[in-house]
């Protein structure tokens, strides 16, 4: 059992406790638990071999007691029996967005609903009406809430579905007779959700390696086992989600590799070429009647063709047939030299100040910047501006300790209702890079959400707009914007926009960032790390601005630290003037 898995579980227990309105004390014992073992970075089962689990943080005699039963029985009596008393459907309802455990139950208790279906037909037939603390609004809220969930259903976030696949990718290599595997389809192309995994390998015998596949641990069910398909599927946290693998001779290796990555419309622009010249292509290869054009590697199937290769994020029949060769300078990983948005425990971050730079030394940076909450996020414990003055000499003192990677402190500073930010320029001016975003009184009102962010662009000392339509992938959606409006003033103004790497958000996303590259505007690729191991979010971010077809010049930390400062101050004194 991973750590996720364990940590799942004694979240479901704390939730299954709140439904059943034990006390908060309680409550908050398995949530710890769960909170402890999600975080740490050893392997639980490591912990528990050495019997060091109650020495974990918040972990006392008798949760460790449960967590080793967990983890050497696969079970847990306390869940087993919790879950006899609720519904199983019940769970569900908690994915709907301010659906907590306490109004679950309430409405299980008072009004009978047990699913998510019937939560559905109870606000439509108006049976929650009158119910206490479920208000008009409230209830629009949890229709909106259901029909995103729709319109998203069965979809994982690319950041919880990448390590499986790799996982996966890694366990077919290692298996005897398999020459090689590699992931394809949506997953391959960087896309912001999956709706399965795709892998595709060669092996010497077929059966075997589907065999293989079927057989691996976490797989729940095996939906088809062929001679050259297998499909399963496994779970990934609180989802299911279906994998696919393929087995494919050798030779047409590049045929099937190109075609299994997509995505289909993509596949129908190159099929359409193919077949003007009186070809036919297929997962097997290039074809003239019977001679085979092309089929050992991608690069020979669309040569052929006339075609460059196209690096798999571009295949989505967007804009790439335009294109008559790949830019040699598409952003890119490794053209990645700085992260300007983080947090640290002054705010709400895990790691101190001195951790997060080393972390971002370790990865090569020449630059990273602190920007720990302001004042008003009084849940992500903001920093008042007598704290924050403390914070600028420590980050000052770590930076005077360190070599080889320059330090800055800035923040991410509320822009408040009213357009107006959460410091005043007095306090702003003493800081290296400013990052300015949205978290409160997300509005439905389209112009007043562009004219707060059009308020913030404008101010001297801001220098990033961070994730700025706000959404939560699979959570929340992004609140209505004039993206159109914002980065024409951002690049008027010499303000950068966030592609904000956490895969929870990839916002800007890459239709938006593409545009506003366009218009002009300098795109800041971050990852709004809250811990040590979330820098390592940044390739999503570059994948989204691959998708977008951003050079290696439209990037702001694809610079060096004396060209972004150059951009901080030339924004400084052009508003001077
Ligand atoms: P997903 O799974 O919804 O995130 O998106 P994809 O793109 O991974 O789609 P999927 O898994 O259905 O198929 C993987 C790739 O295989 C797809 O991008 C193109 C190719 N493919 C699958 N079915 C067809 C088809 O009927 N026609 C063509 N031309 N290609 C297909
Ligand atoms: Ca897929
Ligand atoms: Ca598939
Ligand atoms: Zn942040």
Redesign the pocket.
Same mark, same amino acid.
Do not use: E, K, T, V
């Given at each position: 059992m991973t750590n996720a898995q364990a940590a799942r579980i004694f979240e479901e227990i704390a939730v299954l406790l709140e439904i059943q309105g034990e006390d908060a004390f309680r409550v908050n014992t398995y949530r710890k638990v769960a909170r402890t073992v999600e975080d740490l970075a050893s392997d639980i089962n490591d912990v528990a071999a050495r019997g060091e689990l109650a020495k974990l943080p918040g972990i006392g005699k008798a949760s460790a007691e449960k967590l080793s039963e967990l983890l050497t029985t696969g079970r847990l009596a306390l869940r087993e029996e919790l879950r006899q008393h609720v519904p199983d459907t019940l769970l569900e309802l908690l994915r709907v967005p301010s659906l907590g455990p306490r109004k679950a139950a309430l409405l299980w208790r008072e009004v009978g609903v047990t699913s998510l279906a019937e939560l559905k037909t109870a606000i439509d037939n108006g049976k929650l009406v009158g119910l206490k603390g479920f208000g008009a609004k409230t209830i629009e809220h949890f229709k909106h809430g259901i029909e995103f969930l729709e319109s998203t259903a069965g979809r994982v976030r690319i950041g919880k579905a990448w390590p499986m696949a790799i996982y996966l990718r890694d366990a077919m290599r290692a298996q005897p007779g398999v020459s090689r595997c590699e992931l394809? &389809?949506? !997953?391959r192309r960087g896309a912001e959700t999956? &709706? +399965? !995994? +795709?892998l595709l390998c060669s092996a010497v015998d077929g059966p075997a390696a589907v065999r293989a596949f079927t057989a691996f641990p976490g797989v729940l069910q095996v939906l088809a086992a062929g001679d050259t398909k297998g499909s399963v599927l496994i779970e990934l946290g609180n989802q299911r989600v279906q994998v +696919?693998l393929r087995v494919v001779p050798a030779d047409s290796f590049g045929a099937a590799w190109q075609y299994f990555t997509?995505s289909k419309q993509h596949n129908v622009g190159v099929r359409e070429r193919a077949v003007k010249r009186g070809w036919t292509l297929n997962e097997y290869g290039l074809y003239e009647g019977e001679r085979v054009i092309a089929s050992k590697t991608e690069e020979d199937i669309y040569a052929a063709m006339g075609l460059p290769w196209y690096p798999p994020e571009l295949r989505e029949d967007r804009f790439e047939f335009d294109l008559s060769a790949v830019p040699h300078d598409l952003i890119s990983l490794d053209h990645i030299r700085g992260d300007l948005h983080m947090h640290t425990t002054a705010s709400d971050g895990r790691n101190s100040i001195a951790e997060m730079v080393a972390a971002a030394k370790a990865r090569g940076y020449e630059i990273v910047c602190i920007t720990d909450h302001s004042q008003s996020s009084a849940i992500a414990n903001g920093l008042k501006p007598d704290r924050l003055m403390q914070h600028i000499r420590d980050v000052r003192e770590v930076a005077r300790r360190i070599t080889g990677i320059t330090v800055w402190v800035g923040a991410e500073v509320d822009i408040l209702a009213e357009g107006r930010l959460d410091y005043g320029d007095d306090v702003l001016e003493q800081l290296d890079f400013v990052v300015a975003s949205v978290h409160v009184g997300m509005s439905q009102d389209r112009e007043l959400n562009t004219r707060r962010t059009l308020a913030a662009i404008r101010n001297p000392f801001v220098n990033l707009i961070a994730h700025p339509s706000g959404r939560l992938i699979n959570r929340r959606e992004a609140m209505p914007l004039d993206v159109e409006t914002i980065a024409k003033e951002a690049a008027r103004t010499g303000t950068s926009l966030e592609i904000n790497a956490s895969t929870y958000r990839l916002d800007l996303k890459d239709q938006h960032a593409r545009l506003a590259r366009d218009l002009g505007a300098k795109i800041c690729i971050d990852t709004d790390a809250h811990s040590t191991d979330q820098l390592d979010q940044m390739p999503f971010g570059v994948m989204t601005a691959r998708r977008a077809g951003l050079l290696r010049g439209d990037v702001l930390n694809a610079q060096g630290p004396e060209a972004i400062r150059e951009f901080v101050l030339a924004k400084r004194r052009h508003s001077a003037r």
């Open positions: 394809a &389809g949506s !997953l999956i &709706g +399965d !995994l +795709d +696919d997509g």
